[in-house]
């Protein structure tokens, strides 16, 4: 089993839809988790971190559920321009503070 | 407002060279990483560092080695390089509770 799975998809909504996508990790210990957002050839970048007590940032919402092991993010309203791999991360900090990543979910917003 | 830097972005060599991707960062972060990243397999681990000259094998470090000299720069060096390194090349670091990486390193060997 992958320490961290996500769906790899393609997610194909339309413009204006709601989309969510869910990342599940195995490590219990795990305790710094993020959403990255990779456009096409080039490096992940930070979309927003994910905290306890859930977090949003405008049209973006990330949830952490612990007892279960998941982390989501959902996306509202969806734009052309949220094309994009969405990767999961987790950060490890007993073993040395080590990235595992999910496979990373395809999102295509189509017009 | 760069915190991690490839020193390549696009690389050619050829088959049988010795290749040096480098990768700095001025965040005074302990732990480096480098991973490849190739169609449908995701990024995948090659070797990791969580201190000056201290190196831990990832997932795929056949045919890498690595070098930390000095807290900020983290060497990936392909000894003899194949065509099937051909790959994006994505150095990361990291605190506590971040992670930055580098603008990726496209190698093609021919």
């Known amino acids: 089993r992958k320490e961290v799975e996500q769906d790899p998809g393609p997610f194909n909504v339309p413009e204006g839809a709601t989309v969510a996508f869910n990342c599940t990790y195995s490590?219990?210990?795990?305790?710094?988790f993020f959403w990255y957002r990779q456009d096409c050839r080039k490096e992940p970048k930070l979309l927003m971190s994910?905290?306890?007590s859930g977090n949003e940032d405008g049209r973006f919402t990330a949830q952490l559920n612990r007892a279960s092991q998941y982390i989501s993010l959902l996306i509202r309203d969806s734009k052309l321009s949220d094309s994009a791999t969405y990767l999961c991360?987790?950060?490890?900090?007993?073993?040395?503070?080590?990235?595992?990543f999910g496979g990373g979910t395809r999102l295509m917003v189509k017009p | 407002d760069v915190k991690v830097t490839q020193s390549s972005r696009y690389l050619v060599k050829r088959t049988g060279e010795k290749v040096f991707l480098e990768c700095v960062q001025d965040m005074d972060h302990e732990n480096m990483f480098w991973y490849r990243q190739d169609p449908g397999l995701g990024l995948r681990l090659i070797y990791f560092s969580y201190d000056v000259k201290m190196k831990e094998k990832g997932d795929i470090p056949e045919g890498y080695s690595v070098s930390r000299e000095k807290k900020e720069r983290f060497s990936l060096i392909l000894e003899s390089a194949s065509t099937n390194q051909t790959s994006m090349y994505l150095c990361?670091?990291?605190?506590?509770?971040?992670?930055?990486f580098g603008q990726g390193t496209r190698l093609t060997v021919v």
């Open positions: 991360v987790v950060l490890l900090p007993n073993a040395g503070n080590m990235l595992t």
């Open positions: 994910v905290y306890s």
């Open positions: 990361a670091s990291t605190a506590y509770s971040e992670a930055f």
């Open positions: 490590n219990s210990a795990s305790q710094s």
